[in-house]
């Protein structure tokens, strides 16, 4: 099972910026589809955004537009740039990576807040 590690979250007010990396364990990261998902306190958590090996891209309605999801197979690491943040935006962001199995990165806080 793939190792996922995040970073590049933290606080930062409404329409700034951020990114996110995820960093993966193991030599088949190009095969799996990747993605970010969301969690905020008392709510389930949603898909972001996912991008498979050839690069096809999805996103979510309610970050169309804002987020850019992209990967860099050579470093093993897939990103979430986040634009134009509103304070929805706010929950911990997890990395997913799909093969077959599942894995799931530990999640990175991100609030949005003035």
């Known amino acids: 099972q793939m190792q996922l590690v995040e970073s590049g979250g933290g606080l930062v007010q409404p329409g700034g910026s951020l990114r996110l990396s995820c960093t993966a364990s193991?030599?088949?990261?190009?095969?799996?589809?990747m993605g970010w998902y969301r969690q905020a306190p008392g709510k389930q958590r949603e898909r972001v955004a996912t991008?498979?090996?050839?690069?096809?891209?999805n996103y979510a309605d309610a970050v169309k537009g804002r987020f850019t999801i992209s990967r860099d197979n050579a470093k093993n690491t897939v990103y979430l740039q986040m634009n134009s943040l509103k304070p929805e935006d706010t929950g911990v962001y997890y990395c997913?990576?799909?093969?077959?199995?599942?894995?799931w990165g530990q999640g990175t806080q991100v609030t949005v807040s003035s």
């Open positions: 997913r990576g799909s093969l077959g199995t599942i894995s």
């Open positions: 193991g030599s088949r990261f190009s095969l799996y589809v």
């Open positions: 991008i498979t090996p050839d690069g096809s891209t």
